[in-house]
């Protein structure tokens, strides 16, 4: 089993920034490909970014590139997930996700899923 664990959501206004944070536990955690989706209200989850195991490679979903950025520290099993410019569209509860696969872009290829952390961005 694999558990992760969000952090960092909250409230911004239009143009702020936040960092998230995704820490991952078990003994197979390692072993896995980080990525974060985001359910906006009303809405269907959706993709966000997703990086390799190792963190050579990331993936972005194309309307936020240059915005987000995601990234892994190995040492401590946690992934981050830093939003700039941030719009009242990207309100959302965003989730963090594991996956065995070389890197994830997909719900169906989640194997492990946190709680959510709410980020709410004001007009």
């Known amino acids: 089993q694999v558990e992760l664990v969000e952090s960092g959501g909250g409230w911004v206004q239009a143009g702020g920034s936040l960092r998230l944070s995704c820490t991952a536990s078990?003994?197979?955690?390692?072993?896995?490909?980080m990525g974060w989706f985001r359910q906006p209200p009303g809405k269907e989850r959706e993709f966000v970014a997703a990086?390799?195991?190792?963190?050579?490679?990331?993936v972005y979903a194309d309307s936020l590139k240059g915005r987000f950025t995601i990234s892994k520290d190995n040492a401590k099993n946690t992934v981050y997930l830093q939003m700039n410019s941030l719009k009242p569209e990207d309100t959302a509860v965003y989730y963090c996700?594991?996956?065995?696969?070389?890197?994830?872009?997909?719900?169906?290829?989640?194997?492990?899923w946190g709680k959510g952390t709410l980020v709410t961005v004001s007009s």
């Open positions: 078990g003994r197979t955690s390692s072993g896995y490909a």
């Open positions: 996700a594991a996956a065995g696969a070389i890197i994830v872009r997909t719900t169906a290829q989640v194997n492990y």
């Open positions: 990086i390799t195991r190792g963190g050579s490679t990331t």
